[in-house]
C-alpha cells in the first residue's frame, strides 16, 4: 500500500510539472533516451509490364543506460508480376512451362519471354544490439530471418568498431554469416535439360517434366566480412572506406532461368535450365565523402566490386539535400551503375555449341547499364515527428557483351530496358 | 550585487556567469559561436532575474512580498502565479501536507546559524498556528490567506528558473541555427542540460557539499534531464551533540531526525528533482530508501 | 589489372590511416557532425529498401554494410 502510494508521487508529480512548465516540453528531455523511437515507411516498387511489389517496413530503436542500443526491424513484402525467364524473343509465338510444372504461358512475337507466375510474400525480422565494450570500443551483434513461400534465410552477424585520434578515426571489423535454403514448388530442375513443354496436361508429359527434377532443396552458404574506416576530416565533412569480401558456396543458381538453344537461323529449338558454379567470391571497396555546407549536405559514394565470375561493377550514387524553411528539405537523388558480364553469361547458345561447364542468360549478371533519378521530401510534424516522401525512377539498359546476334534474332530486341518507379512514404515517431 | 554577464572562453565553448537569487550562476554552451553563446547567457540571466524580482520573499515589492504584505485579503494574481500556486497545491497534497510553501514563518523560531540557539517549546507553538496551506485560497484570478502567514516560493524558485530558462534557451538554439548546441544551466547547484555533449558525451558536474569539517565535491555525470540538490549545508544547529537539520516537519515545528547532509536527485525536469529532494530530505533517515522505491536515480551523503 | 587495383586501394587505405592523426576536430567542433543528417547512413529505412530493390536487380551488393540479401528474389 505504502509502496504504491509513493509510486504515485513519481507520477503526480510528473503531472503537475506538466501543467506549470507545458506539458510537451516537460516530458522532451526524457524522450529521447529512454523511450522507443520509430521509423516506418511504405514502399511500392513497380516495372512496367512486368514485377510489382509493396514493402512495409517497421523499425524500432531503444536506447539503454551506459550508451547500449537495441534495434528491432520487420519487414514485410510482397511481390506480384512478371520475371523474364532468360529465353529470348522470337518471331513466332512460344510457350514455356512454369517451374512448377502446374501450367504454361505463352508468349506472343517478338516478346521478351517474362514468366508471370511470380507471387511471393516474405515476412523478415532482424535485431541488433550495440553498446561500448571498454574505452574506446564499440561492439555490435545482430540477427535476421527471412522466410518467404520457398526461401528462407538465417544470418547472424557482429562488428567491432574502434574509435582513435579523439574519436575522430574509427576503425571496423565485422563479419556476417548467413544460411540460405530453398524450396521451389515443382522441385528443382536438372542444370542443362530441357524444358518440358509437348504434351502438357498428359501423362508423358508428368513423366518427362519428372525425369529433369533434381531434389527438392538446395542450400547455400555466405560468409562475409566488413573492414571500414570512418575519419572525420574537418567540421564539415566525414569520410568512409570500407572493404569487403563475400564468400558464397553452395546452390548459386537460379532454378527459375533457361536459356534459349537456336539454330543457325536463330531460331529457338528448345529452352533449357541454367548452370551456374558453386562458389562465388566477390571484393568490394566502397567510398563515402559527406559534407555540409551552408544548408545543404552532399552525400557522394562511389563502389567497386570485382568477383571470380569476372563481374566488375561501379557504382555511383549522390544525394544532394537541401535545407528550406521551417525544417523541411528536398533531396534530389542520382545513382548510376555499370556492370560487366558474368563468364558463363550468354543471351542464347547455338545448337553446335560446345559442352559447357556453366552457362546462364540472366539479364542481370550480364552487362548492364543502369541508373536512378529521384527526389526525396521531408517535413516535420508539430510533435516532434517527421514525414518524408521520395518518388524514384530506376532504369535498367543490359547490353550485348560481343555476341553475334544471327538470323531471326537480329530482328527482336535481345536486350529489353527495364523501367521501373520507386514510390516511398516514410513516417518516424 | 551587479547584474552582469561575463564571458569566460574555454576549450569548446562558452561558460557565462552572473549572480542571482543569492547564488553564483552560471551557463555552458558548447559552441564556437561567441555571439549566439552571449545572446543564450544573456537572455537566461534575464530570465533569472526576472524570477528573483518577482517571487523573491525578501523584496516588498515582489508579488510574493505584496501577496505577504497583504495576507488576510484577496489579491489579484497573474496567470504565472496562479500556476506556480497550483504547482504548490500539488506538492503539499502529494507529499501529505509535509511539503508546505506557509512554512516559512517558522525561520522566526529556528535561526540555522550553526550556533547551539535551540527556540523552547512556547517560541515554536507562537508560529505554528500560522503554518498550514489548507487556509489558504485562491483561483486563477486571486489569492487570500490569514493574516500574518507568509508564502514563500524559495523551495521551487531556482529550480523553476532553471526549467524556464532552459526553455527560452531550446527556443533561442531552434530559431538561430541548424546545429546541435549543448548547453547546460547551473543556478547555485541546481541544473538543467539540454542534452548530452557533443561525440555524446555526458555532462560531469560538480556537485558541492560543505560542511562544517569537509568541503568535499562529488562528480556526478548527466546526459538529459536535470539534478538539484537539497541539504543543510551549513544551515543547521549544533547542542549537546545534536545536530538539529534545517529540515523542519511542518507538523511538530521541529527539525526531521537524521535527514543526510544532502541529497542530489536526477529527474527530466529540475523543479521535479528539487521536490523531490525536499521530501526525500523530510523523510529523515529513509530519504535514501524513499527515493529508491520511486526507482528515482540520487546521490546521497551522509 | 586485378592486382594493381588491389594494390591501389590498399596503399590509399595505408596513407589515409597515417594522415589520420592531423585530421579531425576537437570534440566541441562536433556540432555539425552530431546532426542526424549528417550520419552515414542518414536514412537506414531507405538504405534498407535500396539494397533489397538492387540486391534482386544487379549482381552487385552490399559494400556498405551487410546489405541485401535474405530472398530468393526474381
Not at chain 1, 112 to 141: A, E, I, M
Not at chain 3, 35 to 56: C, G, N, Q, R, V
Amino acid at each position: 500500500m505504502q509502496l504504491s502510494k509513493r509510486r504515485d508521487v513519481k507520477a503526480l508529480l510528473t503531472t503537475a510539472t506538466c501543467a506549470l512548465l507545458g506539458g510537451a516540453q516537460a516530458s522532451a528531455t526524457e524522450s529521447s533516451s529512454e523511450q522507443w523511437q520509430f521509423d516506418t515507411a511504405v514502399l511500392f516498387y513497380s516495372e512496367s509490364e512486368r514485377v510489382s511489389a509493396v514493402e512495409a517496413i517497421v523499425a524500432g530503436q531503444k536506447s539503454f543506460a551506459n550508451d547500449q542500443r537495441l534495434n528491432v526491424k520487420l519487414t514485410i513484402d510482397s511481390l506480384t508480376g512478371a520475371s523474364a525467364n532468360g529465353a529470348v524473343a522470337q518471331p513466332n509465338a512460344q510457350t514455356f512451362t512454369r517451374p512448377s510444372g502446374n501450367g504454361q504461358y505463352h508468349i506472343k512475337a517478338d516478346k521478351t519471354p517474362l514468366d508471370d507466375t511470380f507471387k511471393d510474400t516474405r515476412v523478415q525480422l532482424t535485431g541488433q544490439w550495440t553498446q561500448p565494450l571498454f574505452n574506446d570500443y564499440t561492439w555490435s551483434v545482430g540477427g535476421n530471418l527471412s522466410k518467404e513461400y520457398d526461401y528462407l534465410s538465417l544470418s547472424v552477424n557482429s562488428n567491432l568498431a574502434r574509435d582513435f585520434n579523439k574519436k575522430n578515426t574509427t576503425v571496423s571489423a565485422g563479419f556476417s554469416y548467413a544460411f540460405d535454403q530453398i524450396e521451389p514448388e515443382g522441385g528443382l530442375a536438372k542444370p542443362f535439360t530441357t524444358m518440358a513443354v509437348d504434351s502438357f496436361g498428359t501423362p508423358e508429359f508428368d513423366d518427362a517434366f519428372a525425369q529433369i527434377r533434381d531434389g527438392s532443396t538446395e542450400d547455400k552458404n555466405t560468409l562475409d566480412l566488413l573492414f571500414g574506416l570512418t575519419q572525420v576530416i574537418n567540421r564539415n565533412t566525414i569520410v568512409q572506406l570500407n572493404y569487403s569480401y563475400s564468400d558464397v558456396s553452395g546452390y548459386l543458381t537460379d532454378p527459375f532461368k533457361v536459356i534459349s538453344v537456336v539454330d543457325q537461323h536463330g531460331m529457338s529449338q528448345r529452352a533449357i535450365y541454367e548452370n551456374r558454379p558453386d562458389t562465388r567470391t566477390k571484393h568490394a571497396f566502397f567510398g563515402q565523402v559527406k559534407t555540409h555546407f551552408n544548408n545543404t549536405i552532399l552525400d557522394a559514394s562511389y563502389r567497386f566490386m570485382t568477383d571470380d565470375w569476372q563481374i566488375d561493377s561501379h557504382t555511383l550514387d549522390m544525394r544532394y539535400r537541401i535545407s528550406l524553411n521551417n525544417g523541411h528539405f528536398v533531396e534530389p537523388h542520382v545513382r548510376y551503375y555499370t556492370q560487366s558480364a558474368a563468364e558463363f553469361y550468354q543471351p542464347f547458345i547455338q545448337d553446335d555449341a560446345m559442352a559447357l561447364d556453366y552457362l546462364s542468360a540472366d539479364y542481370r549478371i550480364g552487362e548492364m547499364d543502369a541508373f536512378t533519378v529521384g527526389i526525396k521530401y521531408g517535413l516535420p510534424m508539430s510533435s516532434g515527428d517527421s514525414l518524408s516522401f521520395r518518388l524514384e525512377y530506376y532504369r535498367q539498359t543490359p547490353k550485348n557483351n560481343g555476341t553475334e546476334a544471327i538470323g531471326a534474332l537480329k530482328d527482336v530486341e535481345l536486350y529489353e530496358p527495364v523501367d521501373a518507379i520507386i514510390a516511398q512514404v516514410s513516417y518516424s515517431f | 550585487m551587479d547584474r552582469q554577464v561575463e564571458c569566460i572562453t574555454r576549450d569548446g565553448g562558452f561558460t557565462l556567469t552572473f549572480f542571482a537569487m543569492a547564488s553564483p550562476c552560471e551557463v555552458l554552451i558548447d559552441t564556437l559561436d561567441k555571439r549566439l553563446a552571449m545572446l543564450i547567457g544573456q537572455k537566461v540571466a534575464a530570465e533569472a532575474w526576472r524570477i528573483e524580482d518577482k517571487y523573491s520573499r525578501y523584496q516588498t515589492t515582489s508579488v510574493c512580498g505584496q501577496l505577504n504584505t497583504n495576507a488576510g485579503t484577496r489579491c489579484p494574481i497573474d496567470e504565472e502565479t496562479y500556476l506556480l500556486l497550483q504547482f504548490a497545491e500539488q506538492c503539499y497534497q502529494l507529499s501529505d501536507g509535509l511539503f508546505d510553501i506557509t512554512s516559512g514563518v517558522l525561520r522566526r523560531a529556528w535561526h540555522f546559524d550553526c550556533s547551539d540557539n535551540i527556540p523552547t517549546e512556547q517560541q515554536i507553538a507562537k508560529w505554528l498556528p500560522l503554518v498550514g496551506w489548507q487556509r489558504v485560497s485562491f483561483d486563477r484570478h486571486g489569492f487570500t490567506m490569514a493574516k500574518n502567514m507568509e508564502i514563500d516560493f524559495g523551495g521551487i524558485g531556482k529550480e523553476y528558473a532553471v526549467d524556464k530558462a532552459m526553455d527560452i534557451v531550446q527556443s533561442i538554439i531552434k530559431q538561430q541555427t541548424e546545429a546541435v548546441m549543448p548547453v547546460l544551466i547551473n543556478f547555485g547547484g541546481d541544473l538543467a542540460v539540454n542534452g548530452p555533449r557533443n561525440s555524446d558525451q555526458a555532462w560531469q558536474v560538480g556537485v558541492e557539499h560543505p560542511s562544517l569539517t569537509e568541503q568535499s565535491v562529488m562528480m556526478v555525470s548527466i546526459r538529459y534531464g536535470a539534478i538539484a540538490t537539497s541539504g543543510d549545508a551549513n544551515r543547521y544547529l549544533l547542542k549537546n551533540g545534536v545536530r538539529y537539520s534545517h529540515v523542519l516537519d511542518v507538523k511538530t515545528g521541529w527539525p526531521v531526525k537524521n535527514p543526510p547532509k544532502s541529497i542530489t536527485v536526477a529527474a527530466p525536469k529540475c523543479i521535479q528533482a528539487g521536490l523531490l529532494a525536499t521530501l526525500a530530505l523530510l523523510r529523515g533517515s529513509q530519504a535514501s530508501e524513499y527515493l529508491s522505491e520511486q526507482e528515482i536515480k540520487h546521490w546521497v551523503i551522509d | 589489372m586485378k592486382n594493381k587495383n588491389l594494390l591501389f586501394t590498399a596503399t590509399c587505405f595505408a596513407l589515409l590511416l597515417s594522415g589520420c592523426s592531423s585530421l579531425g576536430v576537437e570534440p566541441w567542433e562536433r556540432d555539425i557532425l552530431a546532426k542526424k543528417e549528417m550520419a552515414l547512413t542518414a536514412s537506414p529505412i531507405d538504405a534498407a529498401l535500396d539494397d533489397h530493390i538492387y540486391f534482386s536487380k544487379e549482381a552487385s551488393s552490399g559494400g556498405k554494410s551487410f546489405g541485401g540479401g535474405g530472398c530468393g528474389c526474381n
